[in-house]
């Protein structure tokens, strides 16, 4: 028990960001677990991706536990990559990676929940139609797993800052110094 807190405390001071290597606390994701289209609709809220357990957007973690952002690994990166494409209907082979510095990773430890947020290429020998579905937002990959379960997904759209908002709790979003409110107060 002492090692894995001190592995715990280590990772806390490290300061762990979204595009190094280090291995980030266990999550469970592997490169097979993928989530239907239909797995990943939203809530009549439209915020939560699935499990009745994950936060909605805007709550905050509860006593003293922090969301941790966490190192993308290449296993964590190929899970997204192979849970975005099984919701595409795409093989993987269709996507060519990420785009750098677009890969994000969380975990809520009140909620249980590991968050995550990646841009998708395609690969330059995609068909046009793929290609095209890669417009628009098409490349955007939001994704919630709770727990040990399959990573869910749901694309993003434009403008990303407003998915963004919709689905992830604010404080994923602070964690990730990304924006935690609209550009422009009407925009969203």
């Given at each position: ?33 993928t ?10 809220s ?117 998915n ?25």
């Open positions: 028990m002492m090692a894995g807190l001190a592995l715990l405390a280590s990772i806390g001071v490290a300061g762990c960001t979204a595009n190094s290597t280090a291995s980030p606390p266990s999550s469970g994701a592997t490169a097979t677990q989530a239907s289209p239909a797995a990943v609709a939203p809530s009549s439209g915020v939560t991706p699935s499990a009745t357990t994950a936060p909605t957007a805007g709550s905050t973690p509860t006593g003293s536990a922090a969301v941790r952002d966490l190192v993308v690994t290449g296993t964590t990166r190929s899970a997204l990559i192979a849970t975005f494409a099984s919701f595409k209907g795409i093989p993987v082979s269709d996507i060519a990676g990420t785009r750098p510095d677009s890969v994000y990773y969380a975990f809520d430890p009140a909620a249980g929940t590991y968050w995550g947020l990646a841009y998708f290429t395609p690969s330059t020998t995609d068909p046009m139609n793929v290609t095209v579905n890669f417009q628009d937002g098409g490349d955007i990959g939001l994704f919630a797993k709770v727990g040990a379960g399959p990573w869910q997904v749901r694309l993003g759209g434009e403008p990303p800052e407003c963004e908002l919709k689905f992830y709790p604010h404080v994923v979003l602070a964690a990730w110094s990304l924006p935690t409110s609209p550009p422009i107060p009407t925009m969203c």
